[in-house]
T-cell receptor, first 112, second 112 residues
Framework: QQQVKQSPQSLIVQKGGISIINCAYE??????FPWYQQFPGKGPALLIA?????SEKKEGRFTISFNKSAKQFSLHIMDSQPGDSATYFC???????????FGKGTLLTVNP | GAGVSQTPSNKVTEKGKYVELRCDPI?????LYWYRQSLGQGPEFLIY????????DSGLPNDRFFAVRPEGSVSTLKIQRTERGDSAVYLC??????????FGPGTRLTVL
């Protein structure tokens, strides 16, 4: 049972465009939703995270939108840059479930 | 400060051999996690330590896998009688609180 579903699997965006990655979860006990960025040969790096008490969180060009009733959350990358090209993972954890459950990842390519 | 470090960065072994993978967490982080990441997938939880004890080892795939953290800092993941299906990137993460996990670069294990 895949508890966190992520889409799309891959995404190609032009420089300056908006990249949008979506995730949906099933476990209502989840209460912390981080996004990780991973470059080839590197470990995942925390990008931004949100708790369900807010519907949106913005840090620089990165925004998480959260819809608790739909059990969905998304990452928006504004003014996408070639340096943003990486694999992005959504994840979830919560309650006594400290372990992160990851989506399958989205390979983002930003063309110059 | 220094991040999570893992050694070796790459390990090639033959089927049936024993391997040890090491993780040095961020100083002061009491929680330590091991994940396994197969090609094209998100990380999957293996085991969680709080201090010296394994609080949750439910993600270990079978009894060939074992991990220790004897002094509450460095951890070693041990795999006996390796199989080709064990080939993956093994990631270690540490955290101070129950949410924000910081990942190391991983050890790429290849079983021939």
């Amino acid at each position: 049972q895949q508890q966190v579903k992520q889409s799309p699997q891959s995404l190609i965006v032009q420089k300056g465009g908006i990249s949008i990655i979506n995730c949906a979860y099933e476990n209502t006990a989840f209460d912390y939703f981080p996004w990780y960025q991973q470059f080839p040969g590197k470990g995942p790096a925390l990008l931004i995270a949100i708790r369900p008490d807010v519907s949106e969180k913005k840090e620089g060009r990165f925004t998480i939108s959260f819809n608790k009733s739909a059990k969905q959350f998304s990452l928006h990358i504004m003014d996408s840059q070639p340096g943003d090209s990486a694999t992005y993972f959504c994840a979830a954890t919560g309650g006594s479930n400290y372990k992160l459950t990851f989506g399958k990842g989205t390979l983002l390519t930003v063309n110059p | 400060g220094a991040g999570v470090s893992q050694t070796p960065s790459n390990k090639v072994t033959e089927k049936g051999k024993y391997v040890e993978l090491r993780c040095d967490p961020i100083s002061g982080h009491t929680a330590l996690y091991w994940y396994r990441q197969s090609l094209g997938q998100g990380p999957e939880f293996l085991i969680y330590f709080q201090g010296t004890g394994a609080a949750d080892d439910s993600g270990l795939p079978n009894d060939r896998f074992f991990a220790v953290r004897p002094e509450g800092s460095v951890s070693t993941l041990k795999i006996q009688r390796t199989e080709r299906g064990d080939s993956a990137v093994y990631l270690c993460a540490s955290s101070y609180d129950s949410d924000t996990q910081y990942f190391g670069p991983g050890t790429r294990l290849t079983v021939l």
